[in-house]
């Protein structure tokens, strides 16, 4: 049976499309099979592609609708989704890109039942096969060199109390059915994936180290045309004997990879890899013999400078107070005893109760009316004493037989004596009190 129109060039019309598509997702120019040479479009193809992650397209598959219909559904009955373009692939198939996660999400759980209901028609929503590969494969992390010992209750059981969330855990077999050393898990979603990829597992005292799964960039080949993109089974092509490189016609066999077609496509899923896969890439892991318990091998943390600052300032404000508070009960305690000497020393002295501290000035102020008195007080005793001796001269005016003289000695000048003798005593007390007082703060 002869192929349909277009033969064996719908892979190659499939590719152009394919990149036409993606070239207006992205926002960069449709680049058409080009006629040049091969080094100029890889390199303008290596400028294009770009690694930015981008919500995935949904196929639509209907049995008659055409793509102004389905926009009118989604208008009608999806007010809030936006979708930014409705592309045909092949008949009663249509690729729809939405503009954000809710759109998505809408047009995949609710545009089915809504074209059912509506247009009485069954469809299909669903993300491409390629896409969905590549999401499938971000969930899915592999551990190598598991001891057959070890089951797989107790890697759930470790899973579990590191909060992972996982969906089956899988031990891989070999050709004779039997189990490996190799441990498949699927997580829920990419997040938990690439954590565990970056920790590893840790069983009791064993390390065990996760690789990420690999994604495949071979693009597929059909073995009865020789074209990409395509398997034998769907083409219907005839069977090439003898094949060659029918891509290039250069001086190769059709299935060698240095084709620059090969390169070509093999380049287009590395792109659409990079777009709808995680960014993260596994981390240097630990490898197994390193002491847990070393310093050396797993040095402790330091915390950030912001967080040791506070820390000082803490440290110092601490001190500072301690320091502060010591010296001020030590001058209190000072002050108190300088008081306390103070006052014993005035109440025996002076015989004079003091009820509340006074200041210097007033305490001047009474030591020198006390003073005056005391001097008074002497006065008026030499004076009369004074007065009896100018008595008895006055009785006897000769001259005593032993032929000295008596001094006559003036009041005014006594008293000036007395006032010095008085001073000196003052001050000497003062002294004795501050050495006293000295001693005792020593």
Known sequence: MPPKRGGGNRGRR?????????????????IITPQGPVDEVEQRKKTNMQSEFRIAPLIVEVQSLTKVKIS????????????LNIQVNRPNTYTLYSNDVKSFNQLLN?????????????????????????????????????DIEIMDDDIKRTLDEQGFKYEKITRLLNKDKLPTKTIKITFIDSTNRDLFVKLGMQIDSMHFIAEPANHNNKPSQCYKCFKYDHIAKYCKADIVKNPICCNRKGHHVATSPDCP??????QKIQKTIEQYSSSTKPTNQIQPGYNWNSNEDFPILKTTDRIEETRIIELLTEKIMSIVEQATQRIFQTLNQRFEILTN?????????????????EYNQQENKTNKKQINNQYQELKQITKEN?????????????????????????SEKQANTTKDCRNKYDSDIDDFINQRID
Do not use: W
């Open 261 to 266: 077609k090969y390169k070509e496509h093999q």
């Open 14 to 30: 499939k590719g152009v499309h394919l990149q036409d598509n993606l070239n207006s997702r992205i926002g960069t120019p449709t």
């Open 345 to 361: 020393r005035i109440n025996k002295k002076f015989n004079m109760e003091i009820e509340e501290i006074i200041t210097e000035e």
């Open 390 to 414: 100018q008595d008895e001269n006055a009785e006897s005016t000769t001259t005593p037989s032993n032929g000295i003289k008596r001094k006559y000695i003036s009041p005014t000048n006594f």
């Open 110 to 146: 609710e545009l089915s039942s809504i074209i059912q209901i509506n247009e009485k028609q069954c469809s299909s929503v669903f993300i491409p096969r390629s896409i969905q590969r590549i999401m499938e494969n971000n969930k899915e992390a592999f551990i190598k060199r598991v």
């Open 72 to 83: 009118q559904l989604i208008k009608t009955h999806l007010p809030d989704v936006i979708v």
